[in-house]
């Protein structure tokens, strides 16, 4: 992607950053208990869903049309790390087999979720903790509310 074309979040003019995190509503689209992806060093986002494959791939243009009228997606940012969890988080999807939200083990990637990714992807490619609590399950929530994530937007889908 050259250095002159920014590529911006869909219906807006904010910028799109490898490795922000976007969290969905607690809602009839996210099956009523949130979720949470990355922005991939490609632009495109990252996410653990159930299914086949686990790990899975889709754009900014995808993800925002499976939200519900009226769903806010939060845009999160990390001041330190980005650029590294979102390339961590591009060359590791694939080991991601299988969704479940029982596998605490931050080690595993096989068995994963979709906060859990993002925490590996920063943790690991980065060396940046988002949670302190590395070995517990880390909800969609947590990420919208820690400190470590500063909030930049909020998307209402329309």
Known sequence: MSLNKRKTYPYSNIEMLPGDILYSTIGRSTYYVGHTVIVGSDYTMKEAIPGKPS??????????????????????????????????????????????????NIESIEKNYCSKLIVQAYYYGANVKLTNFLNRFISPQFLKRTKRLEKIAVFLKA
């Open 55 to 104: 790990g899975h791939t889709l754009t900014a243009e995808q993800f925002w049309h499976r939200h519900h009228p009226g769903d806010q997606i939060t845009l999160l940012r990390s001041k330190t790390g980005a650029n590294e969890a979102a390339k961590w988080a591009t060359d590791h999807l694939h080991l991601v087999k299988e969704y479940t939200v029982l596998n605490h």
